[in-house]
């Protein structure tokens, strides 16, 4: 095998390691993924409900202030995460989550720095809607 060869393996390798944890994703990313999972927990028949417990930011030094979030009826989820002195430090969005909920509703919330954020979800016709935002 050529010292080529094996030089590019390591650092895929490691590319490929790293993806799948929190360092490489935002918070959006990492509440589609709670959103996601939440709808594979759901129960399949019509009716069924399940509520997802979300810790935002759930990633150590990533928006550890107050922020603001967005889950809207087109499709998106959007963090705008902020200071202390509730200035836009950084924002983040996804729409990854569409594929698993709808949401017939757009949910608008100001949330304090380390607070829980509540998501309820219902199997309607066939798919999770989500419900509630709190």
């Known amino acids: 095998m050529s010292t080529r060869i094996s030089a590019g393996i390591l650092p895929a390798f490691v590319l490929m390691s790293v993806t799948g944890c929190d360092v490489a994703t935002d918070a959006a990313t990492r509440l589609a993924n709670d959103i996601k999972d939440g709808a594979n927990r759901l129960g399949g028949e019509d009716g069924a409900v399940h509520t997802i417990h979300h810790r935002t930011p759930s990633a150590s030094g990533q928006c550890t202030g107050p922020y603001k979030l ?14 202390a002195s509730g200035e ?17 509703t757009t949910y ?7 607070t829980t954020l509540t998501i309820d979800l219902e199997r309607r016709g066939g798919r999770a809607v989500v419900t509630d935002v709190r």
Do not use: F, M, N
């Not at 967005?70 to 200071?83: F, H, N, R, S, Y």
């Not at 836009?88 to 990854?96: E, F, L, Q």
């Not at 608008?108 to 380390?114: N, S, T």
């Open 70 to 83: 967005q889950l809207d009826k087109v499709g998106a989820i959007i963090i705008w995460c902020k200071d």
């Open 88 to 104: 836009t430090v950084s924002s983040h969005s996804t729409t990854y989550h569409g594929r698993y909920v709808d949401t017939p």
């Open 108 to 114: 608008l919330l100001d949330r304090e720095a380390g």
